[in-house]
DNA sequence: AAAGGGGTCAACCGCCCGACA
DNA sequence: GTGTCGGGCGGTTGACCCCTT
């Protein structure tokens, strides 16, 4: 059935609300409640249809309203209610006092997707991105290859499929956050791999948010991939997941320490442990809200986030990357 | 200083559902 | 059982703002 839509007939008024017909509304709203939305414009005095009176007060007028900036407590409780809930911004609404449904949906597609797009977690499943998983295996064997030959390691980069992965990885990541290492000082890194990356594994690291490693243990429905085998955490804490099969290589995920503060993914059938990334850590969440309005503050806000998200790759010294990537 | 490109978010749209006559 | 109404929902749009060139 549905109804057909009211506000573009009889000459009622659309777009941005003037401070006259805010005061209209929440002076009639004040007298006499709100409800029976289509005939409150005409009884109040607005050119506006009853579906927008309804939005411009549930979304903005109402006094019970909080406004500003979302800390990070609620992007935290907004992720992993999205994660149970999906797209459910009403339910989400529910949960966090003071904030709308359109202003969680807003904020979700503005921020915090791209945020986790960043730290390859697919916004939809909240798991990992299997293309990026895919892209690590390649990366893993190129570089396997390349301790055997350096010059395979060139060659393989040069392999389409590396490359669209590559370019769909790097434009996730954002290509300015892409360091790229000199291998001199790496040696010393691949001499002394993390203990944890026993037998064929090569990690790789990537960066979940605490909300995200809460989820991890909290959501039994998640995908296996993100299962944690209690039994099999080793001596540093690791805590290995459960491994996927992609493309022949076995992927799973170590979560780091015991503030779950890291997490690594890994794939097997690779002989030797030849590490390309570096341990990064994930600073604990702040607990500070931010200021209303503050800008600068979001802005630092998104550079931390992208600082933290940098994957470090280590080339050969003397290997041109730049007409690479 | 001006243009344009991207990000943000208030507002709208179309659809759906439950209540009720 | 059917049609209408009131209200809610998620998705999309477009105006505005800010930053970069």
């Not at 904020?107 to 909240?126: A, E």
């Not at 892209?135 to 060659?155: D, E, I, M, Q, R």
């Not at 291998?183 to 995200?212: C, M």
């Amino acid at each position: 059935m549905g109804k057909p839509p009211g506000c573009d007939k009889n000459g009622l008024k659309k777009g941005p609300w003037t401070a006259e017909e805010d005061q209209k509304l929440i002076d009639y709203i004040q007298k006499h409640g709100h409800g029976r939305w289509r005939t409150l414009p005409k009884n109040a005095g607005l050119k506006r249809c009853g579906k927008s009176c309804r939005l411009r007060w549930t979304n903005y007028l109402r006094p019970d309203i909080k406004r500003g900036k979302f800390s990070v407590e609620e992007d935290e409780v907004i992720i992993q209610l999205h994660s149970v809930l999906g797209n459910k911004w009403s339910a989400i609404a529910a949960r966090l006092p003071g904030r709308t449904d359109n202003e969680i949906k807003n904020y979700w597609n503005t921020h915090i997707k791209k945020k986790l797009l960043r730290m390859g977690i697919d916004p939809v499943t909240h798991a990992p991105r299997l293309d990026l998983l895919e892209l690590s295996s390649l990366l893993s064997s190129s570089l396997y290859n390349s301790s055997l030959n350096p010059a395979g390691f060139v060659g393989s980069m040069f392999n389409p499929s590396f490359f669209s992965l590559a370019t769909a990885f790097l434009s996730s990541n954002q290509t300015k956050n892409l360091e790229i290492n000199n291998l001199a000082g790496n040696i010393q890194q691949i001499q002394n791999p993390y203990e944890p990356y026993q037998g064929n594994q090569v990690p790789v690291i990537t960066q979940v948010s605490q909300a995200d490693l809460n989820q991890f243990s909290a959501n039994p429905g998640l995908p296996n991939l993100w299962q944690i085998d209690n039994n099999v955490s080793d001596s540093k804490g690791f805590l290995p997941t459960t491994m996927q099969n992609i493309n022949g290589y076995n992927h799973g995920f170590y979560l780091g320490d015991q503030n779950l503060q890291q997490v690594c993914t890994f794939s097997e059938k690779i002989p030797n442990l030849v590490p390309f990334g570096s341990l990064l850590s994930t600073p604990s969440s702040s607990s500070t809200p931010l200021n209303n309005g503050s800008s600068t503050e979001d802005i630092e806000r998104d550079s931390y986030c992208s600082s933290n998200n940098m994957l470090i790759f280590d080339v050969p010294k003397g290997l041109n990357v730049n007409g690479c990537m």
